[in-house]
């Protein structure tokens, strides 16, 4: 019996067995070996980024902005204020890189999604490798960063090891929608509205200044973007800034991880089987 046949039997059942085989672990070994042979070093360099914006602007202009007061009355430094900031807009941008341009790739031009599933792979296999190789980089990025903020003493709080599955969530989060929301893509011009959509993100998710310096109307805009909810969610823990706010936050993205893979094999399965 041929490979194709027995995917085809595979899935003869419908159900879970039409979307899901257990192999996600094949998919998340391939992007490793990938990574080891060919972009290593982009993935490396992406470590980088959010420790420069540290250095140049929590120890460069942080010496002359001075301390920032929290919403609860707590002082801490600018370095300290930003600084779990970039770590939230790191793991997006590791999570959203893998879970898009990557992933665009091997449907469009690397045909990796055609091979997969005419294995007994179904498309919840393939979407959860994805996913979980993008986490695997959000968390290597996690700890690198958190690393740097304890050496510097930006860690103002035990609670901050907490910031490491706070990221992975955050990661999670992103990387399940961004891949869902590039099923849909079909050009490169499509592609680049997506970094249209985080550059604004970045600049004004309160990653580097508080939510309070916007108009109350901006304000509720701004907290609607999942960033937002990053950065307060991994700023809490790094400051022991603790409030029930924090559930909001989790709930935020259980959510974007819910309806991310939902849509995704959804999606593949529309686009590869049906």
């Known amino acids: 019996m041929s490979i194709v046949e027995k995917a085809v039997n595979a899935r003869s059942g419908g159900g879970v067995r039409a979307l899901y085989s257990g192999n996600a672990r094949i998919v ?40 920032v007061t929290l919403p609860s009355g707590t002082v801490i430094s600018y370095a300290a204020f930003i600084a779990p900031g970039l770590l939230a807009v790191s793991a997006m941008n590791g999570a959203v890189y893998d879970s898009t341009w990557n ?8 045909k990796l999604y055609d091979s997969m599933l005419s294995t007994s792979m179904g498309p919840l296999d393939v979407a959860l490798g994805e996913i979980l190789y993008a986490l695997l980089r959000g968390g290597v990025y996690a700890i690198g960063f958190l690393t740097v903020m ?6 103002l709080s035990w609670t901050a090891a907490l910031a490491i599955p706070a990221v992975l969530l955050v990661a999670f989060g992103f990387a399940s929608v961004g891949m869902a929301i590039t099923s849909y893509m079909k050009t490169f011009q499509q592609m680049d509205w997506i970094n249209i959509v985080m550059l604004p993100m970045f600049l004004f998710s309160a990653t580097f200044y ?19 909810h990053a950065v307060e969610l991994v700023r809490s823990l790094t400051t022991g800034d603790l409030t029930g706010s924090l559930a909001i936050h989790v709930a935020y993205f259980v959510a974007m991880i819910t309806l991310g893979l939902s849509f995704t094999t959804v999606r593949l399965r529309a686009l590869f089987l049906d």
């Open 210 to 228: 508080p939510l309070s310096v916007y108009a109350e109307p901006i304000q509720w805009l701004i907290m609607a973007l999942p960033l937002w």
């Open 150 to 155: 304890q050496v510097l003493g930006l860690n």
């Open 28 to 67: 998340v070994a391939r992007g490793l070996l990938a990574t080891k042979s060919t972009n290593w070093v982009v993935v490396f360099s992406g470590f980088f980024e959010p420790v420069f914006y540290l250095l140049a602007m929590g120890w460069g202009l942080g010496q002359f902005i001075g301390d």
């Open 103 to 110: 992933v665009f790739f091997k449907m469009h031009f690397g």
